[in-house]
C-alpha cells in the first residue's frame, strides 16, 4: 500500500494525464427570481451544428447542439428543461438490478420531461450507462438545476443546486474536492459580486474558455428557459452573438445548420486550433506571513507518514524526505496548487491555527499536523 507520501509524489505531473485524456467542457447555471441562464462552453476539436426538431407523437420539441453526429451534446426543449454533459474520467458502470435499461435515457428526459424533478424520476427508473464517462447538468424554467453523476459505492448521485449558482467541469464535484484550474477561475467570476446577468455568463465562458490542438471551445451557447430564448457564440467569439427564439424556430420546423455558417466572423477553426495550448493562470498573492503558518510537519494515522511544508525562495514547498520537494502556489488564503500537478486545501481554525491538510486526487486524503499529541 502506498504511503501518503508517495500518493503526494505519485500525484506530480499526474493531473494533466488524466484530463488529456477527455475532452474538456464546463457549464454552469445561474439562477435568481425570474432570471434563470444555463451556460455551457462545448471543447472539442471539430465544428458545432445545431438543429430543430419539432413535438412529434407527444414527445417535445426542442433545439440541439453538437456535431456532425446529430448526438445531441445539449438541447432546451419547448418546456424550459436544458441538458449538457461533460466528459470525465472512464469508470466502470455497473446496473442496478431493479432498473430498466433503455438506450439513450437523455433524450427520452428531453422528449417527454418539463422539469428537473421529471428528470430526477427518470433517473431512479432506469439505468443510464452514459455516466460511466460523463457527468450531466440539468436545469428548469422554475429555477431549479441538478448535477448527475454516478460513483460506484454511491451509485447515481442527483446533486441540486445550493445557492445562486451551480458548477462543474471534468471532475465528479461528488468524488472530490480537486477543482481544475477553469472550475476556480469560473468560481471566482461568479463569487465576485457582479450582478447575475447574461453578460456575467458570457464573461465567465470567454474566461475558461480554451484554445490549442488538444481540445477547443468550438462553441459556447445560454439556454434561457424562462423565455426559451438561446444565445450563442462560435469558436470562441464573445464579441459576435445570435439569437434563437425556440418557440420560432420550432415553428419553422425541422431544420439545421452548421454555426459557421449562422455567423459573419470569418474566424476559423484554425484561428483556435492552430495555436499554442491557453495556460489558465489562477495564482493570487499572498501576506508571506500567511504561507509561514502553513510550514511544519503532518502525519497521516493509516498508514503513518509524516510530510514537511517549508517556506523558500520560491515559495510553499512539500517533501516527503525522498527526492525533490513538490512547490505549491497559493489559489486562495486556504487553497493551494501543487506546480507539478495536484491540489491540496490546508484545515483552518477560526483562531487561525492550522489544523491539517487535504490532498485532492482519486478522492480526498488527509493529514493531521503534527503536535504535542501526535510526537
Given at each position: 500500500?502506498?504511503?501518503l507520501s508517495n500518493k503526494i509524489l505519485a500525484v506530480i505531473?499526474?493531473?494533466?494525464?488524466?484530463?488529456?485524456?477527455?475532452?474538456?467542457c464546463a457549464m454552469f447555471t445561474l439562477g435568481e427570481k425570474d432570471l434563470v441562464l444555463f451556460a455551457n462552453n462545448e471543447d472539442y476539436i471539430k465544428p458545432g451544428y445545431v438543429w430543430f426538431t419539432p413535438s412529434k407523437d407527444g414527445r417535445y420539441g426542442r433545439i440541439n447542439f453538437g456535431f456532425r453526429d446529430w448526438f445531441a451534446q445539449g438541447s432546451m426543449n419547448e418546456e424550459g428543461l436544458c441538458f449538457d454533459a461533460a466528459v470525465t474520467v472512464e469508470i466502470p458502470y455497473e446496473p442496478e438490478p431493479d432498473k430498466k435499461s433503455i438506450k439513450n435515457l437523455i433524450d427520452k428526459i428531453m422528449d417527454e420531461c418539463a422539469t428537473v424533478e421529471e428528470a430526477k424520476a427518470y433517473f431512479e427508473e432506469y439505468h443510464c450507462s452514459h455516466l460511466s464517462g460523463s457527468q450531466f447538468m440539468f436545469a428548469d424554467r422554475h429555477g431549479m438545476s441538478m448535477v448527475v453523476s454516478w460513483?460506484?459505492?454511491?451509485?447515481?448521485?442527483?446533486?441540486?443546486?445550493?445557492?445562486?449558482?451551480?458548477?462543474?467541469?471534468?471532475?465528479?464535484?461528488?468524488?472530490?474536492?480537486?477543482?481544475?484550474?477553469?472550475?476556480?477561475?469560473?468560481?471566482r467570476e461568479l463569487t465576485s459580486g457582479k450582478k447575475l446577468s447574461l453578460d456575467l455568463a458570457r464573461n465567465t465562458l470567454a474566461a475558461i474558455h480554451q484554445e490549442g490542438e488538444q481540445a477547443f471551445t468550438t462553441y459556447s451557447n445560454i439556454f434561457d428557459p424562462v423565455?426559451?430564448?438561446?444565445?450563442?457564440?462560435?469558436?470562441?467569439?464573445?464579441?459576435?452573438?445570435?439569437?434563437?427564439?425556440?418557440?420560432?424556430?420550432?415553428?419553422?420546423?425541422?431544420?439545421?445548420?452548421?454555426?459557421?455558417?449562422?455567423?459573419?466572423?470569418?474566424?476559423?477553426?484554425?484561428?483556435?486550433?492552430?495555436v499554442p495550448v491557453r495556460q489558465f493562470e489562477t495564482e493570487v498573492s499572498l501576506d508571506p506571513s500567511l504561507l509561514q503558518r502553513y510550514a511544519g510537519?503532518?502525519?497521516?494515522?493509516?498508514?503513518p507518514a509524516v510530510l514537511e511544508f517549508k517556506v523558500?525562495?520560491?515559495?510553499?514547498?512539500?517533501?516527503?524526505?525522498?527526492?525533490?520537494?513538490?512547490?505549491?502556489?497559493?489559489?486562495?488564503?486556504?487553497s493551494f496548487r501543487i506546480r507539478e500537478g495536484g491540489q491540496i486545501t490546508f484545515d483552518v481554525a477560526e483562531d487561525g491555527s492550522v489544523r491539517g491538510f487535504t490532498l485532492h486526487r482519486f478522492g480526498d486524503h488527509s493529514a493531521k499536523r503534527k503536535g504535542p499529541l501526535l510526537e
Open positions: 500500500m502506498k504511503t505531473g499526474t493531473i494533466a494525464l488524466a484530463l488529456e485524456s477527455v475532452y474538456p460513483l460506484p459505492d454511491r451509485g447515481v448521485i442527483l446533486a441540486e443546486r445550493e445557492g445562486a449558482f451551480q458548477l462543474i467541469t471534468n471532475s465528479r464535484n461528488e468524488a472530490s474536492g480537486f477543482r481544475c484550474e477553469r472550475f476556480v477561475l469560473a468560481e423565455n426559451r430564448k438561446v444565445y450563442v457564440y462560435n469558436i470562441a467569439n464573445y464579441e459576435e452573438v445570435i439569437e434563437f427564439d425556440l418557440r420560432e424556430e420550432l415553428a419553422r420546423g425541422k431544420h439545421s445548420a452548421a454555426l459557421a455558417d449562422l455567423f459573419e466572423s470569418d474566424r476559423t477553426v484554425s484561428d483556435i486550433r492552430d510537519e503532518y502525519v497521516t494515522d493509516t498508514p523558500d525562495e520560491n515559495g510553499l514547498a512539500i517533501s516527503s524526505g525522498e527526492g525533490k520537494p513538490a512547490h505549491l502556489y497559493p489559489e486562495s488564503d486556504e
